[in-house]
Nanobody, 124 residues
Framework: VQLQASGGGLVQVGGSLRLSCAAS????????VGWFRQAPGKEREFVAV???????FNANSVKDRFTISRDNARNTAYLQMNSLRPEDTAVYYC???????????????????WGQGTLVTVSS
C-alpha cells in the first residue's frame, strides 16, 4: 500500500486542522493506521492509532484534543486536531500495518508502510 498524508499548514494557537492519510491499493480495511510526528531536532513520536475494528489509542500529550478516525470506503484515515499548541508543531506522518495487531502500536516498528510527512506549524 502507498500512503499520502495531507492537510498540514499554518494555524494559530487554539486553532484546528484535519490531516488525511489516503491509501492506494485494496483492502484498506485490513490495515491498522497510525499517526506519528517529528519536531525539529527530536525523535519521531507516537500520536494516535486506529485498528481495523476502529479501536483507538492516543498519546497522553494529545488526549482530548486529537481524534483519529477512518473511512474505509474512501481508503482514508484522518487526524482531527483541535486546541492546537505551539508544541504540536511538527511534521506528521501516517503509517499502516496489515499484520496481526500487537501491543507495540506506539512504536515505529509496528508499522510496515509510511507516507511522506505533512508539516503542521502552530504560531503563537
Amino acid at each position: 500500500v502507498q500512503l499520502q498524508a495531507s492537510g498540514g499548514g499554518l494555524v494559530q494557537v487554539g486553532g484546528s486542522l484535519r490531516l488525511s492519510c489516503a491509501a492506494s491499493g485494496r483492502a484498506f480495511n485490513s490495515y491498522a493506521v497510525g499517526w506519528f510526528r517529528q519536531a525539529p531536532g527530536k525523535e519521531r513520536e507516537f500520536v494516535a492509532v486506529i485498528s481495523r475494528s476502529h479501536r483507538t489509542f492516543n498519546a497522553n500529550s494529545v488526549k482530548d484534543r486529537f481524534t483519529i478516525s477512518r473511512d474505509n470506503a474512501r481508503n482514508t484515515a484522518y487526524l482531527q486536531m483541535n486546541s492546537l499548541r505551539p508544541e504540536d508543531t511538527a511534521v506528521y506522518y501516517c503509517g499502516a500495518r496489515n499484520r496481526p495487531w500487537y501491543s507495540n502500536w506506539d512504536n515505529l516498528d509496528f508499522y510496515d508502510y509510511w507516507g511522506q510527512g505533512t508539516l503542521v506549524t502552530v504560531s503563537s
